[in-house]
Nanobody, 124 residues
Framework: QVQLVESGGGQVQAGGSLRLSCAAS????????MGWFRQAPGQERELAAA????????DYADSVKGRFTISRDNAKNTVYLQMNSLKPEDTAIYYC?????????????????WGQGTQVTVSS
């Protein structure tokens, strides 16, 4: 059983930065793809960023490219999302998820473990 716990959310003004962390426990997630999703009120959950098990390959939603950076520390079983130049439209609950190993990184249905989420609020 894998447990994912997100932290680092909060409220920030537009243009500010936040760093989200996702700590995995229960088993090593070395080799597992990981993703950060976000869901705003009334909207579908969407991928913000994903990273391969090795950390070599990353992918980003167009809306966050150049502003967000996903990284991982396999020794610490932790995935990070550095968010810079935040905009009000980045306001959402951010979820960490473990990829199942099947399918691409973009669809939530291809992930089999999820954290509880952390709120990010960006004020203008």
């Amino acid at each position: 059983q894998v447990q994912l716990v997100e932290s680092g959310g909060g409220q920030v003004q537009a243009g500010g930065s936040l760093r989200l962390s996702c700590a995995a426990s229960g088993r090593s997630f070395r080799g597992d793809g990981m993703g950060w999703f976000r869901q705003a009120p009334g909207q579908e959950r969407e991928l913000a960023a994903a990273i391969s098990g090795s950390g070599i390959t990353t992918d980003y939603a167009d809306s966050v490219k150049g502003r967000f950076t996903i990284s991982r520390d396999n020794a610490k079983n932790t995935v990070y999302l550095q968010m810079n130049s935040l905009k009000p439209e980045d306001t959402a609950i951010y979820y960490c998820a473990r990829h199942s190993g099947s399918g691409n990184y973009y669809y939530p249905s291809n992930y089999n473990y999820w954290g509880q989420g952390t709120q990010v609020t960006v004020s203008s």
